[in-house]
């Protein structure tokens, strides 16, 4: 694919390395002719300084043939005129923003083909704030993530003493559980993936990734691990962006502080929030914390701009007796760095933002996208089209299907029912298809799979 | 169906430069609205990509059938062109497709249209056939051999 990106800044950097190491011709567009220069020497990709609106450095930067656009410069208006431009001059057929200001996200009306022609608004902001808010919905889970508007998840567990399934064999858990149903779509252990079979027996620290309907999400989730109270005190640092849009969405239901050390923003913090607390600090500060009851915290969540504050904090705020700690972590090298130590879950912006992208870049009809494991994994829900003529997939059982080993088809959602595969469940055309791949290098027969025959009308 | 009625001679170009995937259906839709001003080719447009999306029209040995269902159309309406130089269109085989034959059917498209497409398909399996297309020099040559199909 062709795809242009506008924005060398941190998310356009990030996108364009990813995009770049799965065969996309790629091009990136910024004023700063240092930062494509940074960008240029590490990664194989085209650069064009300019201003990403203006209709001539479009035309420079190949727009004309370009498949997709995505515009992710700073500035919300730059990048809602550049999908206009595109849209009437090029026609590029895919066009995403993206939109930070919550004043242009609430009107949606605004980004219709005869208004503000974008395809796909992104928020990093939005989707970070939510990765995190289904963190804490699930105290224990090391990644929940949503398919078909939530009613699937993919969760992520480590296997921990006091779960009933520890020790024993994967098919127990029917014996186990008979009315509910799941799949268990791969193993990590040590960090190495297994390939889960019926007689696999589940080990202390296996990280155990299951496909479940939402509504059974927390009992598959008890059979691996004692699951703990849910929780109850949050304690936010960094009053920024994605602090406290997860302030709001959390203060109704939860007890929530929030330090700010700006107190202008702080502040503003405290005008905007209802039930927030808003502390002016440093986050690291051992004695705010303390006061702070940093003890009686359940969830201690590092969410500033920088990396190094972020994981300062959250060691010392576990150090200080807080159950749980998230940290943010830009730098893929410290998310190395911090995944087994003290801190519990490392949070990394750019895999949480990746996957909506990624859906649109990914050929078939792909609704969803989560990049897993540092990228090496994948999890997709694609729609099955046609007939047992025209698709490879529709007609036919599961067991049927060629499937690379490592790929599991988990789920299908049919007519807004969800329905956990087994050998013998046929998919029928429109089939909301979720699957999971433990080596992402084989989502090229994946996409082969669900893309219809030459003679689908 | 007889081809000589989906089919007009300034419904084929030849030695067309487009250098993608994009530009090619933008020109093939652009040909549509210049036959048939009825039509949107922006329109034309988007319903080409969208179909592409769900699965490439490029048949094997550098041959597309990029084809979709048109709104209000009456009747089925085919473009051919070739190109002057191969486009990367994710065929099947990954060749570069040089020659292409566009169909768009009437909205409740039929077992007919289908056959159409079948047809296409076999027509352009034969080497000689593409043979002739792609050496072609004058339109009539080409609008003889494809409504014969």
């Known amino acids: 694919m062709k795809i242009l990106i506008l924005g060398a800044g941190q998310v356009g950097s990030s996108l364009a390395e990813n995009l770049a190491s799965e065969d996309n011709d790629i091009t990136v567009v910024d004023v700063d002719g240092r930062r494509l220069g940074v960008l240029q020497d590490r990664l194989d990709i085209r650069t064009v300084r300019g201003k990403g609106s203006h209709p001539d450095v479009l035309l420079k930067a190949g727009c004309d043939d370009a498949d997709m656009l995505i515009a992710v410069t700073n500035s919300d208006e730059t990048n809602m005129i550049a999908c206009q431009v595109a849209y009437t001059i090029f026609h590029t057929p895919t066009k995403i923003a993206r939109v930070r200001s919550n004043q242009y996200q609430i009107h949606p009306e605004l980004f219709t083909h005869d208004a503000l022609p974008v395809d796909v608004l992104i928020s990093p902001e939005q989707l970070v704030t939510d990765y995190i808010k289904r963190l804490i919905e699930y105290p224990g889970a090391l990644q929940v993530l949503d398919f078909a508007g939530g009613q699937v998840q993919l969760v992520a567990v480590r296997a921990f003493k006091g779960g009933p399934l520890l020790g024993h064999e994967l098919q127990e858990i029917r014996k186990h559980m008979p009315n509910i149903d799941t799949r268990v779509a791969a193993i990590y252990r040590k960090g190495r993936p297994i390939i889960p079979k019926g007689d696999t027996i589940i080990e202390e620290n296996d990280e155990v990734f299951f496909i479940v309907d939402r509504r059974n999400t927390r009992k598959v989730m008890s059979e691996l691990r004692r699951v703990g109270k849910p929780f109850k005190r949050i304690m936010i640092a960094g009053g920024g962006n994605i602090g406290q849009r997860l302030a709001r969405t959390l203060e109704g239901r939860l007890h929530v502080k929030i330090i700010e050390h700006n107190p202008a923003n702080a502040r503003m913090l405290s005008e905007e929030l209802e039930k927030t607390i808003v502390l002016l600090g440093d986050v690291s500060d051992e004695e705010l914390l303390i006061e702070e009851n940093i003890e009686g915290t359940d969830v201690f969540c590092a969410l500033t701009n920088d990396d190094e504050a972020n994981i300062m904090s959250a060691l010392l705020a576990k150090r200080l007796g807080a159950r749980k700690v998230m940290a943010l972590i830009n730098r893929a090298a410290y998310v190395d760095l911090v995944e087994s130590g003290e801190i519990d879950i490392a949070i990394s912006p750019q895999e949480a933002t990746i996957g909506s992208l990624l859906a649109h870049v990914r050929r078939g009809d792909v609704e969803m996208v989560h990049s897993l494991r540092k990228g090496a994994a994948e999890a997709i829900e694609a729609i099955a089209h046609g007939d047992k003529k025209t698709s490879k997939v529709v007609g036919r059982a599961v067991e049927d299907i060629p499937l690379l080993p490592g790929t599991t088809i988990g789920a299908i959602v049919r007519n807004g029912e969800v329905i956990i595969v087994h050998h013998d469940t046929v998919i029928e055309s429109d089939d909301h298809v979720i699957l999971f791949l433990v080596d992402k290098r084989h989502i090229i027969d994946v996409e082969r799979l669900f893309q219809v025959a030459v003679t689908f009308i | ?149």
């Open chain 2, 1 to 149: 169906m007889k081809f000589n009625n989906l089919l007009k001679l300034d419904q084929i170009r030849l030695n067309i430069t487009a250098g993608s995937k994009k530009k090619v259906l933008q020109v093939i839709s652009d040909i549509v609205a210049e036959n048939y001003p009825e039509y949107n080719a922006n329109k034309i447009f988007e319903l080409l990509i969208e179909r592409e999306r769900l699965g490439s029209t490029g048949i094997a040995h550098g041959v597309a059938l990029p084809h979709g269902r048109l709104p209000d159309c009456q009747e089925p309406i085919g473009i051919f062109i070739s190109l002057a130089e191969g486009v990367d269109f994710d065929a099947i085989d990954q060749e570069p497709v040089k020659l292409l034959f566009a169909l768009l059917v009437p909205e409740n498209s039929t077992q007919e249209h289908l056959e159409i497409l079948a047809r296409l398909a076999d027509f352009f399996r034969q080497d000689k056939n593409r043979q002739i297309l792609e050496n072609a020099t004058s339109p009539e040559t080409v609008y003889n051999l494809l409504i014969n199909i």
